[in-house]
């Protein structure tokens, strides 16, 4: 390593990053524990033993950084705590594939962002590093399931032809009479929430499934009925411009009764969800040119940080939820002394 990089010390940006990049493969590394012990078809095993195998190595570079500069490592967590070892089948082995799919495409986003944060060429080079590993388990994973006919693809549309303007501001209007067909990037948009919202709904009725405690099993509901309001709105949309609507993975969860995870793991995975939501809705919002599904994602946003909220509560209410790096509160410190 460069000296002139040992006597940089890592920014806030790059704590918070690299702190963010290990909770989220402690939670990787857990679900597909349950994941490899629990898989049916042989095929999907390399997937699977590839990405734990890639979290954990993460996992290990953040750690050896953090030692090094002597910041605490996260409490994260721990499988020997979080899953609960033997636990029947909760998901099929299509779930175990879209949810891969859908944590490459997170982790690839992530890491992007953490790279263009991140001003030491040792953190740089290691987000460099996570971002091709991402690509490599999303490359496996869609040749994959491709073979198997589950990869949902985009919908075709007819390639433009010729150059045109826009010549009325009907082009933007959406609240009365006719509406204009979607556009290709509004449809992309449209279909990558939806996906995401299945995604949200099968785990959030596995997870209503298993849950100790009633609270938090009501809450796991309460998503779930979130979830299918959206992409019932998300497909009203689609239907409109008669776009082909996405799968759906109802079939995706077992009967088992019994938690492969902590009650404490589920919330939080959920929390994560609710906030990938607002994410990818504020980016369909940014290019969305109809008034009407502008509000829609607004819409959207509102509903989703008030569920994510409350799961919040819930974790903070039983010291569940693990508190990110922060800067020192000097009046604090002044009181203190």
Request: aromatic letters at 10%; hydrophobic letters at 40%; one cysteine or more.
């Amino acid at each position: 390593m460069n000296k002139k990089v040992e006597i940089v010390k890592l920014t806030s940006g790059e704590i918070s990053a690299l702190w963010s990049t290990y909770m989220g493969d402690s939670i990787v590394v857990c679900v597909l524990t349950h994941f490899i012990d629990t898989y049916t078809d042989p095929e999907i095993l390399p997937i699977l033993e590839e990405t734990i195998l890639v979290a954990k190595k993460h996992m290990n570079e953040v750690e050896e950084l953090f030692i090094k500069e002597k910041i605490a490592v996260p409490e994260a967590f721990k499988v020997q705590k979080h899953v609960v070892s033997k636990a029947p089948k909760l998901f099929s082995d299509m779930f175990y594939m879209q949810y891969i799919l859908q944590m490459c495409r997170v982790g690839i986003s992530s890491h992007t962002t953490s790279f263009t944060i991140s001003a030491r060429e040792d953190v740089r080079k290691m987000y460099k590093d996570f971002i091709d590993d991402a690509s490599q388990v999303y490359n496996d994973v869609v040749n994959l399931m491709q073979e198997k006919g589950t990869f949902v693809r985009m919908p075709l549309m007819n390639y433009p032809t010729e150059i045109d303007f826009i010549e009325k501001d009907k082009f933007l209007t959406g609240w009365f009479g006719r509406r204009r067909s979607l556009l290709g990037i509004e449809v992309a948009h449209l279909m990558i929430n939806a996906v995401q919202n299945e995604l949200g709904k099968a785990t959030c009725a596995g997870f209503s499934q298993v849950a100790q405690e009633q609270e938090i099993r009501d809450y796991f509901l309460r998503g779930g009925h979130l979830c299918k309001h959206i992409l019932n709105s998300i497909h009203d949309v689609l239907g409109e411009s008669d776009v082909p609507i996405s799968m759906s993975w109802d079939q995706s969860v077992t009967n088992s009764k019994v938690a492969p995870f902590s009650d404490q793991l589920m919330l939080f995975i959920i929390g994560i969800l609710s906030n990938l939501g607002m994410i990818t809705y504020g980016t369909g919002l940014s290019v969305t040119m109809r008034r009407d599904i502008c509000a829609m994602y607004a819409n959207f946003i509102i509903k989703a940080g008030a569920y994510g909220e409350d799961g919040m509560d819930l974790m903070i209410e039983r010291s569940w939820l693990e508190q990110p790096p922060q800067f020192t509160d000097r009046n604090q410190s002044a009181n203190q002394n």
